[in-house]
T-cell receptor, first 114, second 111 residues
Framework: KNQVEQSPQSLIILEGKNCTLQ??????????LRWYKQDTGRGPVSLTI?????NTKSNGRYTATLDADTKQSSLHITASQLSDSASYIC?????????????FGTGTRLQVTL | GAGVSQSPRYKVAKRGQDVALRCDPI?????LFWYQQALGQGPEFLTY????????KSGLPSDRFFAERPEGSVSTLKIQRTQQEDSAVYLC?????????FGPGTRLTVT
């Protein structure tokens, strides 16, 4: 069964610190990998999308990496802010082309504190 | 509005009741997805439409779940004879290309 596993399950960091979230997947074939941010009570919002040929992509203070050989991805958050408190979900698309169904990880719940 | 909207935002149903959840996608988005998200879990795929055609319904957990998108725009997810295990957030997403835009979800609680 295609799976997406994330670690850690939850994380608490001080405001201003950096953190890295991990994602391992077994989805095959592989089309693209996405990181979403989901605030409590809201739908997920896309942060980055990476295809097979991309190994890093940044969106402001968020930087995602992808190693398609080892099937691993990470999301690095720099200079965290209180508003970064949310669940971060790694999502893999196993089908080429557009609008394909996605396999979601269970997410890492991040809490940024003062 | 510019985003995906869903209604109601919250629904409490007695076990055995039927419910209907509505999704208004972004105008012009061809693809529409429904997901089920249990507490503390990531969303799980339920079904997918391209325009009015339901191309994949492999994620629907039972024949009590039914989705439609008759005019290729608004979609309705219907759950018949609700059970407690149906309690979850139901997310709708619409898409034009790669990107999926999610609505805020409907939180269904079955008592």
């Amino acid at each position: 069964k295609n799976q997406v596993e994330q670690s850690p399950q939850s994380l608490i960091i001080l405001e201003g610190k950096n953190c890295t979230l991990q994602c391992n997947y077994t989805v095959s074939p592989f089309s693209n990998l996405r990181w979403y941010k989901q605030d409590t009570g809201r739908g997920p919002v896309s942060l980055t999308i990476m295809t097979f040929s991309e190994n890093t992509k940044s969106n402001g203070r968020y930087t995602a990496t992808l190693d398609a050989d080892t099937k691993q991805s990470s999301l690095h958050i720099t200079a965290s802010q209180l508003s970064d408190s949310a669940s971060y979900i790694c999502v893999v698309s196993g089908h080429p082309g557009t609008a394909s169904k996605l396999t979601f990880g269970t997410g890492t719940r991040l809490q940024v504190t003062l | 509005g510019a985003g995906v909207s869903q209604s109601p935002r919250y629904k409490v149903a007695k076990r055995g009741q039927d419910v209907a959840l509505r999704c208004d996608p972004i105008s012009g988005h061809v693809s529409l997805f429904w997901y089920q998200q249990a507490l503390g879990q990531g969303p799980e795929f339920l079904t997918y439409f391209q325009n009015e055609a339901q191309l994949d319904k492999s994620g629907l957990p039972s024949d009590r779940f039914f989705a439609e998108r008759p005019e290729g725009s608004v979609s309705t997810l219907k759950i018949q004879r609700t059970q407690q295990e149906d309690s979850a957030v139901y997310l709708c997403a619409s898409s034009l290309c790669y990107e999926q835009y999610f609505g805020p979800g409907t939180r269904l609680t079955v008592t």
